[in-house]
Protein backbone atom coordinates (compact mmCIF):
# COMPACT_ATOMS: atom_id res chain seq x y z
CA UNK A 1 0.00 0.00 0.00
CA UNK A 2 0.70 3.85 -0.64
CA UNK A 3 0.97 5.94 2.06
CA UNK A 4 -2.35 5.67 4.76
CA UNK A 5 -2.89 7.82 8.09
CA UNK A 6 -2.34 5.29 10.59
CA UNK A 7 1.85 4.18 10.32
CA UNK A 8 4.86 5.21 7.83
CA UNK A 9 5.09 1.60 6.73
CA UNK A 10 8.46 2.69 5.58
CA UNK A 11 9.69 3.80 8.53
CA UNK A 12 8.27 0.16 10.37
CA UNK A 13 10.35 -1.95 7.64
CA UNK A 14 13.51 0.32 8.23
CA UNK A 15 13.35 -0.32 11.71
CA UNK A 16 12.73 -3.89 11.18
CA UNK A 17 15.45 -4.55 8.64
CA UNK A 18 18.12 -2.34 8.76
CA UNK A 19 18.46 -1.79 12.15
CA UNK A 20 16.95 -4.78 14.09
CA UNK A 21 18.05 -7.04 10.99
CA UNK A 22 14.56 -8.65 11.69
CA UNK A 23 15.12 -10.92 8.02
CA UNK A 24 18.44 -12.74 9.40
CA UNK A 25 16.61 -14.28 12.29
CA UNK A 26 15.27 -17.26 9.79
CA UNK A 27 19.35 -18.52 10.33
CA UNK A 28 17.70 -19.73 13.82
CA UNK A 29 15.90 -22.83 13.59
CA UNK A 30 13.02 -21.96 15.13
CA UNK A 31 12.28 -19.03 12.61
CA UNK A 32 13.66 -21.15 9.43
CA UNK A 33 10.48 -21.37 8.11
CA UNK A 34 10.36 -17.79 7.68
CA UNK A 35 12.35 -14.91 5.33
CA UNK A 36 11.45 -11.65 4.36
CA UNK A 37 8.88 -11.81 2.13
CA UNK A 38 7.13 -13.85 4.66
CA UNK A 39 7.39 -10.77 7.03
CA UNK A 40 6.10 -8.11 4.37
CA UNK A 41 3.32 -10.38 3.23
CA UNK A 42 2.23 -10.36 6.74
CA UNK A 43 2.67 -6.70 7.07
CA UNK A 44 1.02 -6.10 4.25
CA UNK A 45 -2.42 -7.71 4.95
CA UNK A 46 -2.12 -6.52 8.50
CA UNK A 47 -1.96 -2.85 6.83
CA UNK A 48 -4.57 -3.56 4.54
CA UNK A 49 -7.19 -4.77 7.51
CA UNK A 50 -6.21 -1.91 9.74
CA UNK A 51 -6.60 0.73 7.16
CA UNK A 52 -9.48 -0.55 5.61
CA UNK A 53 -11.33 -2.44 7.80
CA UNK A 54 -10.45 -1.55 11.46
CA UNK A 55 -9.89 2.59 11.33
CA UNK A 56 -13.50 2.81 9.83
CA UNK A 57 -14.82 0.31 12.24
CA UNK A 58 -13.39 2.47 15.04
CA UNK A 59 -15.64 5.31 13.91
CA UNK A 60 -18.66 3.44 14.19
CA UNK A 61 -17.34 2.29 17.86
CA UNK A 62 -16.94 5.39 18.98
CA UNK A 63 -20.36 6.77 18.12
CA UNK A 64 -22.08 3.53 19.50
CA UNK A 65 -20.16 1.69 21.81
CA UNK A 66 -20.60 -1.42 23.38
CA UNK A 67 -23.77 -1.90 25.41
CA UNK A 68 -24.69 -4.01 28.49
CA UNK A 69 -28.32 -5.12 28.69
CA UNK A 70 -29.10 -5.73 32.73
CA UNK A 71 -31.36 -8.54 31.81
CA UNK A 72 -29.61 -11.13 29.71
CA UNK A 73 -26.25 -9.48 32.34
CA UNK A 74 -24.27 -9.56 28.58
CA UNK A 75 -22.11 -6.59 26.86
CA UNK A 76 -22.67 -6.32 22.90
CA UNK A 77 -19.50 -5.18 21.09
CA UNK A 78 -20.47 -2.69 18.25
CA UNK A 79 -20.67 -4.86 14.49
CA UNK A 80 -17.75 -2.90 12.70
CA UNK A 81 -15.09 -4.69 15.94
CA UNK A 82 -16.91 -7.94 15.32
CA UNK A 83 -16.62 -7.90 11.89
CA UNK A 84 -12.68 -6.95 11.90
CA UNK A 85 -12.20 -9.65 14.61
CA UNK A 86 -13.36 -12.85 12.31
CA UNK A 87 -11.32 -10.84 9.44
CA UNK A 88 -8.06 -11.09 12.20
CA UNK A 89 -8.95 -14.36 13.02
CA UNK A 90 -9.38 -16.10 9.66
CA UNK A 91 -5.73 -14.26 8.76
CA UNK A 92 -4.02 -15.99 11.58
CA UNK A 93 -3.18 -12.87 13.69
CA UNK A 94 -4.33 -14.01 17.52
CA UNK A 95 -1.85 -16.39 17.53
CA UNK A 96 0.88 -15.04 15.18
CA UNK A 97 3.44 -15.73 17.32
CA UNK A 98 2.44 -18.21 19.73
CA UNK A 99 3.54 -22.35 19.80
CA UNK A 100 2.34 -24.30 16.77
CA UNK A 101 1.54 -26.89 19.11
CA UNK A 102 -1.37 -24.63 20.26
CA UNK A 103 -1.77 -23.77 16.80
CA UNK A 104 0.03 -20.40 16.81
CA UNK A 105 2.22 -19.49 13.86
CA UNK A 106 5.58 -19.03 15.57
CA UNK A 107 6.87 -15.63 14.26
CA UNK A 108 9.42 -13.46 15.89
CA UNK A 109 8.15 -11.13 18.16
CA UNK A 110 9.63 -8.58 16.79
CA UNK A 111 7.25 -8.82 13.87
CA UNK A 112 4.37 -9.10 15.86
CA UNK A 113 5.03 -6.21 17.81
CA UNK A 114 5.56 -3.72 14.23
CA UNK A 115 2.00 -5.59 13.24
CA UNK A 116 0.09 -4.85 16.70
CA UNK A 117 1.45 -1.08 15.65
CA UNK A 118 -1.45 -0.72 12.87
CA UNK A 119 -4.25 -2.35 14.19
CA UNK A 120 -3.44 -0.26 17.56
CA UNK A 121 -2.74 2.65 15.65
CA UNK A 122 -6.43 1.77 13.72
CA UNK A 123 -8.50 0.81 17.10
CA UNK A 124 -6.89 0.63 20.27
CA UNK A 125 -10.06 -0.05 22.04
CA UNK A 126 -10.19 -3.30 19.36
CA UNK A 127 -6.86 -4.38 19.86
CA UNK A 128 -7.11 -4.34 24.01
CA UNK A 129 -9.95 -7.42 23.34
CA UNK A 130 -7.06 -9.24 21.56
CA UNK A 131 -3.90 -8.44 23.91
CA UNK A 132 -5.86 -9.54 27.02
CA UNK A 133 -6.56 -12.72 25.21
CA UNK A 134 -3.07 -13.01 24.69
CA UNK A 135 -1.57 -11.96 28.02
CA UNK A 136 -4.14 -15.00 29.53
CA UNK A 137 -2.43 -16.87 26.68
CA UNK A 138 0.51 -16.38 27.43
CA UNK A 139 0.30 -16.65 30.84
CA UNK A 140 -1.32 -20.12 30.89
CA UNK A 141 1.34 -21.35 28.68
CA UNK A 142 4.02 -20.45 30.42
CA UNK A 143 2.95 -21.36 33.78
CA UNK A 144 -0.19 -23.48 33.67
CA UNK A 145 -0.47 -27.21 34.51
CA UNK A 146 -0.41 -29.92 31.43
CA UNK A 147 -4.62 -30.25 32.08
CA UNK A 148 -4.75 -26.24 31.79
CA UNK A 149 -2.76 -26.07 28.34
CA UNK A 150 -4.47 -28.64 26.73
CA UNK A 151 -8.24 -27.29 28.20
CA UNK A 152 -7.62 -23.64 26.98
CA UNK A 153 -4.65 -22.95 24.89
CA UNK A 154 -5.30 -23.79 21.44
CA UNK A 155 -8.99 -22.24 21.50
CA UNK A 156 -7.51 -19.32 23.01
CA UNK A 157 -4.07 -19.06 20.76
CA UNK A 158 -7.06 -19.28 17.72
CA UNK A 159 -8.83 -16.60 18.79
CA UNK A 160 -11.95 -18.50 19.55
CA UNK A 161 -11.91 -17.98 23.40
CA UNK A 162 -10.92 -14.49 24.35
CA UNK A 163 -8.96 -13.82 27.97
CA UNK A 164 -8.49 -11.37 30.34
CA UNK A 165 -6.50 -10.15 33.60
CA UNK A 166 -8.69 -9.67 37.16
CA UNK A 167 -5.89 -7.72 39.06
CA UNK A 168 -7.55 -4.59 40.13
CA UNK A 169 -9.29 -4.52 43.51
CA UNK A 170 -11.27 -1.76 45.75
CA UNK A 171 -7.88 -1.32 47.72
CA UNK A 172 -5.61 -2.46 45.17
CA UNK A 173 -4.85 -0.65 42.43
CA UNK A 174 -1.47 0.91 41.32
CA UNK A 175 -0.06 -1.30 44.74
CA UNK A 176 -1.60 -4.67 43.34
CA UNK A 177 0.61 -6.02 45.93
CA UNK A 178 -1.83 -4.92 48.37
CA UNK A 179 -4.37 -7.36 47.03
CA UNK A 180 -6.78 -9.34 49.78
CA UNK A 181 -8.04 -11.95 47.17
CA UNK A 182 -7.38 -15.41 48.84
CA UNK A 183 -6.41 -19.17 47.66
CA UNK A 184 -6.90 -21.90 49.87
CA UNK A 185 -5.77 -24.75 47.94
CA UNK A 186 -8.64 -28.10 48.16
CA UNK A 187 -7.89 -31.56 48.83
CA UNK A 188 -8.31 -32.35 44.63
CA UNK A 189 -5.91 -29.93 44.06
CA UNK A 190 -8.15 -26.60 42.77
CA UNK A 191 -8.53 -23.83 44.64
CA UNK A 192 -11.32 -22.05 46.52
CA UNK A 193 -11.38 -17.93 45.95
CA UNK A 194 -12.41 -15.83 47.75
CA UNK A 195 -11.98 -12.03 47.59
CA UNK A 196 -13.32 -9.20 44.78
CA UNK A 197 -12.37 -8.02 41.51
CA UNK A 198 -12.90 -4.32 39.54
CA UNK A 199 -12.38 -2.81 36.57
CA UNK A 200 -11.37 -5.89 34.24
CA UNK A 201 -10.49 -4.91 31.30
CA UNK A 202 -12.49 -6.56 28.19
CA UNK A 203 -14.11 -8.40 30.81
CA UNK A 204 -17.52 -9.24 28.75
CA UNK A 205 -18.00 -9.00 25.22
CA UNK A 206 -19.71 -10.80 22.34
CA UNK A 207 -16.35 -11.63 20.36
CA UNK A 208 -15.31 -14.64 21.91
CA UNK A 209 -17.42 -17.81 22.10
CA UNK A 210 -15.41 -18.00 25.75
CA UNK A 211 -14.12 -15.39 27.59
CA UNK A 212 -11.17 -17.00 30.20
CA UNK A 213 -10.56 -15.02 33.29
CA UNK A 214 -7.13 -15.48 35.44
CA UNK A 215 -7.71 -14.20 38.62
CA UNK A 216 -4.45 -13.26 41.18
CA UNK A 217 -4.84 -14.18 44.09
CA UNK A 218 -2.47 -14.65 47.73
CA UNK A 219 -2.61 -18.46 48.34
CA UNK A 220 -2.94 -18.50 52.05
CA UNK A 221 -0.08 -18.60 54.15
CA UNK A 222 2.06 -17.06 51.76
CA UNK A 223 3.57 -13.41 52.32
Known amino acids: MGLNALIDSRDVKFV???????????????????????????????EQIAVEQLYPASAEADKTGAKYDPQTKSVTIPEGYKTTMNLYRESGFPGLGNDPQWGGVGMPEVICRAIMDYFSAAAVGFITYDSLRGGASRLIENFGSDELKKTYLEKMTTGQWGGTMCLTEPGAGSD????????????DGTYLLTGQKIFITAGDNDMFENIIHPVLARIEGDP
Open 16 to 46: LYEILEADKLGKYEKFSAFDKDTYDATLELA
Open 176 to 187: VGALKTKAVKQK
